[in-house]
Each structure stands twice: as structure tokens, then as C-alpha cells.
């Protein structure tokens, strides 16, 4: 919507209605009236880098149906630092205040002078405002310090209008970032963060509120709720005392909140969600989440078996939806895919175990986008993150879906959220024996659960080195290096002797971390999921760039590998 001129148009004409609605009326006793808050500001007149009208990601600042000015700048001021890595794209769009800076050179001698703080009057008294934009306080990577400016100009308070989204821990760099400020600033900082959801097409990004004061001390004084919008009058004369500094990791708590949030409103526009509910734990989780979140009776679960689905995986399908009280329906698909497996016999070729395994995985994505067209409904994605980054899964099948809520959560995450609800629950809402089963897809006689076959991840161990490379941008070489000197359990995490519990040799690990390599690399696949919901610090999608290149192995890397053949 960047791109379009009535839109840009229509925001320009709402913050003039806005700057409007801060005149005071005749009968109002309050006459001070300051309003801050965060929009585009556009300049028909010039264009833009992407050759376009000219856009600012800005804060803008009214008082009594006047802009108020800095002396440069009039009601508003433009953001600083335009971030460009992970999901950000600001610098695509807007124009930053330092160019700006450098443009108004008969005006401006530097950003400094730009950044002024904004005066009013409140109650008879002087305040000078500093105000930021989000990114403008997370400075220390860049080379421009507002916070340092505005110390500088002597701001009386800093208010920062943001947009901060929320990922697992995050809230530990967030305050210590914001105390930070505060110091640099010599001044209290207001920070005012968004609350909702955001879609971009690749992934479903959470803002989590926790809008906060905090004084020149770098104490915080105020503190907003948690993934809930609210409005809060707080009086700057007479604040809270400072809060207890936090300690304590929230772990899967604060993911779990985060989910039931934004699966709250993400899926609230559709009058049924179905999920392909199968005995595993993922399914398992996706179900209670999405009871929890938006009531069992808009829940529907559908078991759709074949010959390879086990009892045992059935029954705990169907103990599991009496569980969480949703409605259950058992929809086979033994004649689709037998009809389908005829059909490809007749054109030939060869039917591997892959290409009927397949024929299975994509008759169930038909199915539940079937029941989803006539209920009114979506259907959900239950992927996790080692199943989405090993590109263990069938497009247009379990690869498909409204979006994928567990597609940042590694496996042993899923095991833990499963274990936390029901925790909190007090009972059993996901089957205990879902939790014991054997992981499988239950797509050959090769994953019989019952026999103790299942998929061919050995979870405890590829969550570990999955992780190394996504998040940690590990590769091959630093693994096989670590590997050669006996530290990879500990630099990637896991349990002491699961290397040994699931590689004979070094051959075999050598053999499974090429394999795991080389599906880790298949692009092509993975960026046809749907929006993965944001979780950690880099998620599959426009946050962790997928690219079209095929798995590469440094020389390097061969060199390593060598000298275990030849010693071996």
C-alpha cells in the first residue's frame, strides 16, 4: 500500500484530522492538550529512492489544532535508523532523517540540529520533548545516537513511538536497551510499543505491547500488560515506585502466550479452523492451542487414515479431541489414495515408496481444504521448525495450510508446550501416550508406530545442529570441525553421548550430516509454506532468506572429511 498515491493521500488527510481533534473546545478545562503519535509522513513534491512520492517512517506531534515546531521541522520529525535486516524493510520504503539533514544544508548544518526537541507548554510550564521512532533506540549498531542527541539538547522527557516485534526472550535486550537510553539521554523515555499482528506473506509477526516508563535513572517506573492493547493514564508527577529488575526466563510460558494471542486474531475473521488431527504431537498441540484460543466449538478435527495409520495413533486422535471437547470426525482416505496409486500405474513409470507416501500426504491437504471450504473455515499447517528446515514434507499436502503457528518451534519445543498446557490445565488435554509415541508420519509400512518405527529424524540431536545453522548460521565445516575436536555436543547443546546413541561411527555421522546439508538446502520447497508465526530471533521466511542455490560444502569442509576417510 506504500506504492499507492490515494492511500498515501488518505493518511496525510487523517493526521490533519487528527492534529484537528487536539483543538480544545470551549467547555474542555484542560487547555494543554499534546498529542504524539507515529504515522507516514509524505512530501508530494519530492521523490523517493524507490521512485515514488517521498515517505517518512515519522513521529508526529500536535497541541491545541496547532502542529508544534522544533524550529526546523514542523509537527513532525523523521525516523533515523531504517532498519534493513530480518523482516524489516524501511529502508525500501521511507527516506531517513540523515539524508534529509544533508538536503536542508541552508537550513541544517547536521543531523543535530535536525533533531531538536519539541517544545510545549503543559499547565504553565516549559516541557521539551524528544521524540524517536522504534528502531532510532535500538542505536548501538549504527552510527546515529538520537538518545544521545536529544542528551545533548537538554530533552526533558523522550517519547519513542514503536514497533518492536516480540520474539521468545526478547524482553532481556529490550530493557536493558531502554535503560540505556535513558541514561544516554539524561532524561525519562516513554516507549510506546504496538499490540496485534502483522501478515506479510512469508510470516506472522506478534507485537507484544509492554509499553513502559522509565526514568533518567534508567529505573522503570510503568509498565503496560503483555499482548493485550490497553489505554493507560498515568500521571508523570506522581509515578510508581521502580520495579523489581526482572530475573526470571519465562520460556515456553511467554511463547504460549504469544500463540494464544495471535492465533486469537489471526483466526477470528473465519467461522471454523480445521486441523487434520493424527495422534502426534504436533497435531495435538495445534488442537489445544487453537481451543484455548478460540473455544472448542469453533474447533474441527478430522482423522483421516490409511491403511498405515496404526490403532494406537487413532484412538489417541480421538481421546485427545474428547479431551479438549472439540468436534471429531474420522474422514478415511484409503479409497482416494488406492484410486489415485491406480491412476499413476496406468501413466507409467516408476511409484516409489516416496511417491505413495506422497499420494497420501496430498490426498489429506485435499480433503481438509474440502471440509474448510464448506464449513467457512480455514484449515491449519502443524509443521514444526525440524520439520520445515529438514524440508520433511509434502507440498500441497502437510505443507499446506492458513499458517503455520509451530513452524519456529523446534521439536522438542512442541514436546514442552504440549507438557506446559497440560500443566496448566491440570490435566491430561493432550494424551499422555502422545507424548510417548513414536514421531511418524504413518505414510508406509516402513513407520509402523506399533513397531517402533517412525520418522527419519533423531530429534534430540537435529534440533541441536538444525539450530547451529538457522539460528547461529553454522555450516558443515564448523560442525565436522567441532566434531573432530569432541566439543559438538556442548557448543550446540545437546545431551552428553547422543551422538553415539544414534552414530556408530564417524562415517555415519559424516554420511546423516550431509544428508540433513543437502535437505537443509532445498529452497525451492520451504518458500512455498504458508506465513510461519515469528517465535526466535530467525524464522524460515522473510526473516531467514531462502535463496535458490544448492547446499554447498566448502573445500575446506573436504578437507576435514577426508582425513576422517583416510584415518577410517
Not at 91 to 111: I, W
Not at 120 to 148: F, R, T
Not at 303 to 321: E, G, V
Not at 398 to 417: C, H, I, N
Request: glycine share 8%; charged share 25%; aromatic share 10%.
Amino acid at each position: 500500500r506504500w506504492e499507492q498515491e490515494p492511500f498515501i493521500r488518505e493518511i496525510a488527510s487523517l493526521n490533519e484530522a487528527i492534529r484537528e481533534a487536539t483543538r480544545p473546545k470551549p467547555t474542555d478545562t484542560n487547555k494543554d492538550f499534546v498529542v504524539v503519535w507515529g504515522s507516514v509522513r509524505s512530501d508530494f513534491a519530492r521523490i523517493g529512492e524507490d521512485g515514488r512520492v517521498r515517505k517518512y517512517n515519522a513521529a508526529l506531534i500536535a497541541q491545541n489544532g496547532e502542529w508544534v515546531c522544533n524550529g526546523i521541522l514542523c509537527g513532525w520529525v523523521p525516523k533515523t535508523n531504517l532498519p534493513k535486516y530480518r523482516i524489516f524493510d524501511d529502508a525500501r520504503h521511507f527516506y531517513p532523517a540523515r539524508k534529509l539533514a544533508q538536503e536542508m544544508k541552508n537550513r541544517v548544518q547536521d543531523l543535530w540540529q535536525l533533531l531538536r526537541p519539541f517544545e510545549v507548554v503543559i499547565n504553565g510550564k516549559k516541557v521539551k520533548l524528544g521524540l524517536a521512532v522504534c528502531e532510532d533506540l535500538w542505536e548501538d549498531e549504527y552510527i546515529d545516537k538520537p538518545s544521545q542527541i536529544y542528551g545533548m539538547h537538554g530533552a526533558d522527557l523522550v517519547i519513542d513511538i514503536s514497533q518492536s516485534p516480540w520474539t521468545a526472550e526478547k524482553w532481556h535486550a529490550r530493557d536493558e536497551m531502554l535503560k540505556r537510553r535513558a541514561r544516554d539521554a539524561k532524561a525519562p523515555i516513554i516507549y510506546v510499543n504496538s499490540v496485534g499482528l502483522q501478515n506479510n506473506g512469508k510470516n506472522l509477526v506478534w507485537f507484544d505491547g509492554n509499553s513502559c516508563i522509565i526514568d533518567e535513572s534508567g529505573d522503570f517506573r510503568f509498565r503496560s500488560k503483555q499482548n493485550e492493547a490497553t489505554l493507560d493514564w498515568v500521571h508523570l508527577g506522581s509515578l510508581p515506585k521502580p520495579e523489581e529488575v526482572r530475573k526470571h526466563t519465562q520460556g515456553i510460558a511467554e511463547i504460549h502466550g504469544a500463540l494464544i494471542s495471535a492465533m486469537r486474531e489471526y483466526f477470528a475473521p473465519f467461522k471454523k479452523v480445521v486441523i487434520g488431527l493424527s495422534g502426534g504431537i504436533d497435531s495435538a498441540v495445534v488442537a489445544a492451542l487453537l481451543a484455548e484460543a478460540l473455544g472448542p466449538e469453533k474447533v474441527h478435527a478430522v482423522n483421516m487414515p490409511t491403511q498405515f495409520n496404526s490403532k494406537t495413533t487413532k484412538d489417541l486422535a480421538k481421546q485427545c479431541a474428547k479431551n479438549l471437547g472439540i468436534e471429531y470426525r474420522i474422514s478415511p482416505i484409503q479409497g482416494v489414495y488406492t484410486a489415485e496409486l491406480k491412476a499413476q500405474q496406468k501413466l507409467g513409470g516408476n511409484i516409489t515408496t516416496l511417491v505413495k507416501e506422497n499420494i497420501q500426504a496430498r490426498a489429506r491437504g485435499h480433503r481438509l481444504a474440502g471440509i474448510a471450504a464448506k464449513l467457512g473455515g480455514v484449515f491449519t499447517n502443524n509443521g514444526n521448525k525440524t520439520e520445515v528446515a529438514l524440508n520433511y514434507f509434502t507440498l500441497y499436502g502437510d505443507g499446506a495450510g492458513a499458517a503455520s503457528f509451530l513452524g519456529d518451534l523446534w521439536k522438542g519445543q512442541v514436546y514442552e508446550l504440549g507438557r506446559y498446557m497440560n500443566s496448566c490445565a491440570g490435566r491430561e488435554l493432550i494424551p499422555e501416550g502422545i507424548f510417548t509415541v513414536v514421531p511418524s508420519a504413518e505414510l508406509s509400512e516402513n513407520q509402523n508406530v506399533d513397531e517402533g518405527k517412525g520418522d527419519p529424524i533423531f530429534y534430540p540431536y537435529h534440533d541441536k545442529l538444525l539450530r547451529a545453522w538457522v539460528e547461529r548460521r553454522w555450516d558443515p565445516e564448523m560442525v565436522l570441525a567441532s566434531y573432530r575436536k569432541g566439543t559438538l555436543e556442548n557448543d550446540i547443546g545437546c545431551e552428553p553421548f547422543t551422538i553415539a546413541k544414534y552414530f556408530k561411527d564417524s562415517a555415519t555421522f559424516i554420511e546423516n550430516l550431509e544428508w540433513a546439508w543437502r535437505s537443509y538446502s532445498i529452497e525451492w520447497k520451504r518458500v512455498q509454506l504458508p506465513p510461519v508465526f515469528i517465535t526466535s530471533r530467525r524464522a524460515m521466511g522473510f526473516d531467514r532468506r531462502d535463496t535458490i542455490a544448492d547446499g554447498y560444502f566448502t573445500e575446506e569442509y573436504y578437507r576435514l572429511r577426508d582425513r576422517y576417510q583416510e584415518a577410517a
